[in-house]
């Protein structure tokens, strides 16, 4: 497809989507959701792509959240258009399959940390700034921030969040729970690898699984998520992985994992 809003790039199993605006602070229009939502589709279907990182260009913003030119005459019909297409983005995340990595280069704000919290680690540059801004326009997150942000920080702090619209920096970010690693600027895209990498390595069936299982765990009754997990486990367990991983250990060698 023609890319006018991302940069796609695939290497060493790795899948990464730059947001690619930073002129606008990486802000996020319709066109950029769903380029981002195709290129998606593609690291999925990719079977050498075992990990996706998702960041902005540039050094100074990871995404300054929607765009609000975009929004300057929003209709009713096409504010909840503009909200579902946030929605369905953030669900494609959840729902990939991989793991998916956000590289938070700078300020994450409105639907910019939206995107992040449906990834599913957070690693960010010491200078990131994350926040949820929209109370200052007059409006409220569109793209599961009400939902996402006290599943990471509780209810005190996420109203705290949303009501005021106040910025939190990176260590802050961290020590909530919000963030898996602050990291020096510099050093950002370097760690970034190193952790991707890592999971590479992995047997993707069941970094699947343990994603699909995690993600439901906060809405599943507990005698459903442990039946789930029963199952998922008789499934990982009659793989060919499981069978490598074994002999690997037996034989004090790294196992070789073929998604099989
Ligand atoms: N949209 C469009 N352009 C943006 C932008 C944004 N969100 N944020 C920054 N920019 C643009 C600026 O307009 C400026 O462009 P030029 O004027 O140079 O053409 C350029 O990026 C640089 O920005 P600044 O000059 O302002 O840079 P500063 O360093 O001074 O400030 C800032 C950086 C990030 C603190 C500031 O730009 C800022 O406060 N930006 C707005 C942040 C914000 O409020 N973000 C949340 C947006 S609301 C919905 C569904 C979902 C959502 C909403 C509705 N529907 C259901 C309708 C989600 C909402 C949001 O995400």
């Not at 700034?129 to 929209?134: R, V």
């Not at 990498?197 to 459903?224: C, M, Q």
Request: proline share 4%; charged share 25%; glycine share 8%.
């Amino acid at each position: 497809m023609e890319s006018r809003n991302t940069l796609y790039e695939k290497s060493e199993k790795i899948a990464t989507i730059t947001i690619n605006r930073p002129k606008a602070l990486n802000a996020l229009n319709a066109e950029t959701a769903k380029e981002i939502m195709a290129r998606l589709e593609d690291a999925k279907n990719d079977e050498n792509i075992r990990v996706i990182v998702i960041t902005g260009a540039g050094d100074r913003a990871f995404s300054a959240g929607a765009d609000l030119k975009m929004m300057k005459d929003v209709t009713p019909v096409k504010g909840v258009e503009l909200s579902r297409l946030g929605q369905q983005l953030c669900d494609q995340i959840e729902a990939l399959g991989k793991p998916v990595i956000a590289a938070i280069n700078g300020y994450a704000f409105g639907g910019g940390l939206e995107l992040a919290m449906a990834c599913d680690l957070r690693i960010a540059s010491e200078n990131a700034q994350l926040g949820q801004p929209e109370i200052n326009v007059g409006l409220i997150p569109g793209w599961g921030g009400t939902q996402r942000l006290p599943r990471f920080v509780g209810k005190a702090i996420a109203k705290e969040m949303i009501f005021t619209g106040k910025r939190i920096d990176a260590k802050t970010a961290e020590r909530l729970g919000l963030l898996n690693a602050v990291v020096p600027a510099d050093q950002l895209k370097s760690k970034v690898k190193e952790f991707a990498l890592e999971l590479a390595g992995k047997p993707p069936i069941a970094i699947k699984l343990s994603k699909a299982l995690i993600n439901n765990s906060t809405e599943t009754h507990p005698d459903v998520g442990m039946w789930q997990e029963a199952e998922a486990f008789g499934i990982v367990a009659s793989t060919e992985d499981f069978k490598e991983g074994v002999s690997a250990f037996l034989e004090k060698r790294k196992p070789q994992f073929k998604g099989k």
